[in-house]
C-alpha cells in the first residue's frame, strides 16, 4: 500500500510500504476514508534532521475497520471509525477519568514506529479503547468535521475547558490556524461573550468571525497585549486558548490574561521554560492544558457535529489524493492553505 | 518610634522613624501587637543591593487600631484586627471576587514607599477594604495562630487551592518552610489523604507530621522524584504545593506531578521561566497559583482557628523584642528558627 514518509525538513514522500497486519489481539486494521496533515506535522516539515529510515506521517483519519484481533470487542470489520491522534486502552485509571492522552499504555499514530495515517490504511493498536463507531456512512456529507474529532476540534475544545471558558467569558485565541480556529468553535459553544482572534491571515480571519470571533488582533507581541486590553476595559482576558507553542505566543498569552485568569496551552511547546514566570505568578494566572484527550470528547461533540450545531470542518479547504501530500505540506507551511483533507483512495 | 530598615543583604537596623499619621481620609493607624519575619524576607536579606535609603520591612502582623480617617466605617479604635501582606480596596471587581491581591489599588506593606509592619505601628491605606476585625483581645492565647492569618496560613491555603486538594487526593509538599508547613495544614484540612512533605531539617519535619503529613522525603532532585514516584504507585501526586520558588523545586515539583495533576505556587519566583515547559505539557499539568488573597480566607481560617482545629501559630518556634528582629533574620537563614514572632511592645 501506499503511505507518506518524512526524511527530513521539506522531504515528503509517498512510497510503497507493506500493507499493516494484526500482531496483538487487540489490533483492528483500518482503511482510511479521509487523514489530513496537521499544523504540528509542520514542525518536523521546517526542522526536521535528515533520516534514512524516515518517519512514518499522519494521526488524524476517519477511516473503516477491515479486520480484527482476537480480543476485540467494540468494533467490527465494515465499522465507520473516528481514530483520536493517540491510542489508549480505555481501562486504565487515567482512560477511566477521561484523560487517554496519559493511559498508561498510550502511543502517538505516527511516532515510535507506529504507522502514520497519511496512507491507505493502519494497525490500530489498543482498537477497543481508541477507536469510536461513528453513525453514519463512509461517504457522509459530514465527513471533513467527523474527521477533525479526531484532533483538531477535540484539542480547541481543550484548550478552552483548560482555559475555564465559561458563559459570559471573555476568551482570546492566539493562533489562527485549524485549532485556534476550532478554540472559537469550542468558546462560543461553551457560551463566552467576547472572542478574540489573534492572527493576520484573511481567509483564517474570515473563518474565525464566522464561527463566532467577536474581535480581531493582527498586532503582534506588545501591541497586541495593549490592543487586547483596550478591548477588554484595561485587564485582558479570562481565558486565553494557546494554540501555536511558540515562546513568544504563549508570552502574548500570559501577558493577555486578566488576574486570576488561565492559559490553556494546546500548542506543542518549541520551548524548554514557560515564559513569564513572574507574571503569571503576581496575577495568579493559571496555566494548563497539553495533548487533548480528544477521546473522551468525541461523544459530546459528535452530538453537535451530528445536528448541525457546529461544522468544524470548514477549516478544510483543500481536498487532495495521497500523490499530492508532498505539495499538501509546502501549500500548509506557506500558508496557502488553513488545513489540507486527504482522500487516500 | 521604631522600626525595623533593611539597607542591604544582611543589612537589618532598629531605627527611629516619624510616627505614622493619617494620610488619605481611608486610612488607619495600627499599633502592632505581633508582627513577624517571613521567608520571603530573607530573599533580600541574602540577595539586597546596598541602599543610602533602606527599605521598610514587614508585612504580617496583628495589631489594633488607634486612629482612622474619616471616611473609615469598619473598624474603629480599639479594635484588635489582622492586617494581610496586601492592602485593597475591598469594592473593585477584584475584591469582590476574592483575589484582593490583584485589587485595582493593590498595594504591599513594607514596598514602594508603604511602612512595614515590623514596627511599633504603621499606617493601613483603605483600612476598610484591607484589615479584618478579631474577636479577641490582644493578649488572647491564640495570637500565634491569628497572627499566621496574615500571611503563611491563608498562603498555604491558596497553594493548597491552586494545586486542587480534595478528599482523597494524595498531595505533596515542596518546602518545609512556615508556609510548606501551614501547607500540610491546608491539605489535611482540605480532606487529602496522603501528605507528602519534602525537606531535611529535623525540627520541620517533626512539625509536619504533627500537622498532618504522612511521608516525609529528604532527598532532592531525581532521588526525590523516584522517592515521590515509589510512594505513589509510580505516577506521582495529584496535587504538589510549591512553597520555595527556585528552579529546581519547580521542576521538582512539575516532576512529581500525576498526568493531569495540579502544581499551586506560592513560592515567590526567583526565575524569569518556569522550568519544565514540555513534562507539564505532556502530562498536562496545571500549574497555578501567585500571592494569596489572605484576606479572602480569613473568614474561613479564623473559624477553624477559634475553634482549635487548626493551629498554625505552632510554626513561631522564637518570640523576640524589635531590637532582636536583626538576629531573628539571622536566625531564620540559618535555619536555626522555623520563623520568629515579633513583640514590638
Redesign the interface.
Known sequence: MRATVMYGAGDVRIENVPDPSIIERTDAIMRVVRACICGSDLWPYTSMAPSETGQSMGHEAVGVVEDIGADVRTVKPGDVVVMPFAFSDGTCE?CH?G?Q??CVHVGFFGNNGINGAQAEALRIPLADGTLFRLPVGEEDALMPSLLTLSDVMGTGHHAAL?AKVAPGKSVAVVGDGAVGLCGVIAAKRLGAEQIIIMGRHADRIALAKEFGATDIVSERGAEAVARVKVLTGGYGVHSVLECVGLDQSVETAIAIAR??GAVG?VG??Q????????P????????????A?VRAYIDELLLDVLEGRIDPGRVFDRVIGLDEVPDGYRAMNDREAIKVMVNPS
Open positions: 487515567f477519568k484523560l492522552t496519559a483548560a488576574p486570576g496551552r506543542v511547546p520551548h524548554e521554560a514557560i515564559p513569564s514566570a513572574r503569571s505568578f503576581y496575577g495568579n494566572i493559571t496555566i494548563g492544558g497539553g495533548p484527550p
